[in-house]
């Protein structure tokens, strides 16, 4: 065959593709080393638990809103932990909360989270979904920044907190970092989000999921300065995440975002929103809005 041959642009795309094929093979294979060590096989028990419940519970996403808490203007009926937050700062209580889940999912992923926020005493929390069609995240995250508009003009408070799941956390910071959402969102809080992109969307052809691939335009834009981003980050990753390969690409790093980096060990990428010690954190780091972090 000649040199000529070799370079001729389907022989170079095809050449391309099997790369590509092979990088997240081999990604894939650098996941599963330790995927019969105790810890892993925990954690993939826990994971079959949740995703018995949370298909059990999906459907009720598809026909019924997530609600929302209105203003109490008592403290009557609310546990000690509600009275706490309400009358030690009741501006971290009021704060709007939007939850955003990730692709191919709905609310009810955050069931058990929601609750435990209302039961910490937080007052305003609303969802934002988007459909499994989705094919873009920044026409999305336009749409997000436009339901966080309305949310903050119907509350009348000026900054709200996000937590994202997956790629609901990368929707929630390309509205931050590339919208001017950091003038809104106070705290984004991303579970499994593949910030640096996986390894794992390289076997998808899907465009959303290619948006997610480590060398798409999306990483590469995210990538780009962010000078004076007020928002803090909160970022969740797991040891053992089975859609982010190589996990640690769930970290946030950037220099100019204020991040801190959360390791969890030996839980699966859908347990993140279930789990207790993450759903802990959470509440605890929402109560307290004069808290920044530093990049861990």
Request: charged fraction near 20%.
């Amino acid at each position: 065959m000649s040199a000529e041959a070799v370079d001729e642009p389907g022989n170079s795309q095809d050449a391309a593709t099997r790369s590509s094929i092979r990088e997240a093979l081999e990604g894939l294979k650098y996941g599963a080393r330790s995927a019969l060590s105790p810890r892993v096989l925990q954690g993939a028990a826990v994971e079959l638990g949740w995703i018995t419940t949370h298909l059990a519970m999906y459907p009720l996403g598809l026909v019924t809103g997530s609600g929302d808490r209105t203003n109490r203007l008592t403290l009557n009926g609310l546990t000690p932990a509600q009275r706490s937050l309400l009358v030690g700062d009741v501006r971290a209580a009021g704060t709007p909360i939007l939850l955003a889940h990730g692709i191919v999912d709905n609310h009810t992923v955050f069931a058990l989270m929601r609750r435990q926020l209302l039961r910490r005493g937080f007052t305003r929390i609303h969802t934002f979904s988007y459909s499994p069609l989705t094919l873009d995240v920044r026409s999305t995250a336009e749409r997000m920044g436009a339901e966080i508009e309305a949310i903050c003009e119907e509350s009348g408070s000026e900054q709200i907190h996000v937590i994202g799941h997956s790629l609901g956390g990368l929707i929630a910071r390309y509205y931050v970092q590339r919208l001017g959402g950091d003038e809104r969102v106070h705290t984004c809080v991303t579970l499994g989000t593949p910030h640096q992109g996986t390894m794992a969307a390289r076997l998808l052809p899907w465009p959303l999921v290619k948006q997610v691939r480590p060398d798409s335009d999306l990483m590469a834009e995210l990538d780009e300065p962010a000078p004076n981003c007020g928002t803090r980050f909160v970022a969740f990753y797991s040891d053992v995440d089975q859609l982010i390969v190589p996990q640690r690409r769930a970290r946030l790093r950037h220099p100019d975002l204020i991040a801190r980096n959360v390791r969890i060990n030996g839980v699966g990428h859908l347990s993140l929103p279930f789990h207790g010690e993450v759903v802990h954190q959470i509440t605890g780091m929402l109560a307290h809005l004069d808290e920044q972090d530093t990049v861990a």
